[in-house]
């Protein structure tokens, strides 16, 4: 298997996955069935143009960006300001950054309304996020398949269905020596919420 330069890290699925902790359950069954619902109905959700091998098309999902005022960020080359916190979201932010340790300015919601939206395969690495950007990733609603490969490498290493409810903690190598995405997948026909929340640096 090819690794990235400087990327000697092994993959042990799940427990020592390069450092990837999951936590099931994260939030009481009737908060995150109530918290699914609120966000699809409550969150101003966009679906941005990206260009896409010289073409201008639409991202295959609906996203919603939060944050500090001062966490600015870059979307295909543009400058943009986050949308301020919600209440639900700046509560979920407060409890995730208590059990997993660190702090988080924004977050991306990405809603994908059935198994035909999906997110190719990319690393957040972006210079705004810094040399060691951890993110949390909590996911609501369908269960979907996340896939992992290493950077630089064309194989798919591993599919991990993301669950309702689950938190999934992605440490600084995660970004630097693999990549990560959200394959179609047709059978699904729920809608799927999931939460990225990052440090970018203001
Ligand atoms: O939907 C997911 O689980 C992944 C989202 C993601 O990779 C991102 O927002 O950067
Ligand atoms: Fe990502």
New binding site residues.
Partial sequence: MQTAPGCKLTFQPLAGTPGLRIWDGFLPAQEADALLAHLQRALPWVQPEVHLYGKLRQIPRLQSWHGDSSAHYRYSGLPMAPAPWTTALARLRDQIQQVVGHPFNSVLANLYRDGRDSMGW?A?NEPELGQAPWIASFSLGARRDFALRQAGSTRTALLLPLHHNQLLLMPPAMQQCWQ?ALPRRLRVHQARINL?FRYIQP
């Fill in positions: 990319h957040d990560h990225t």
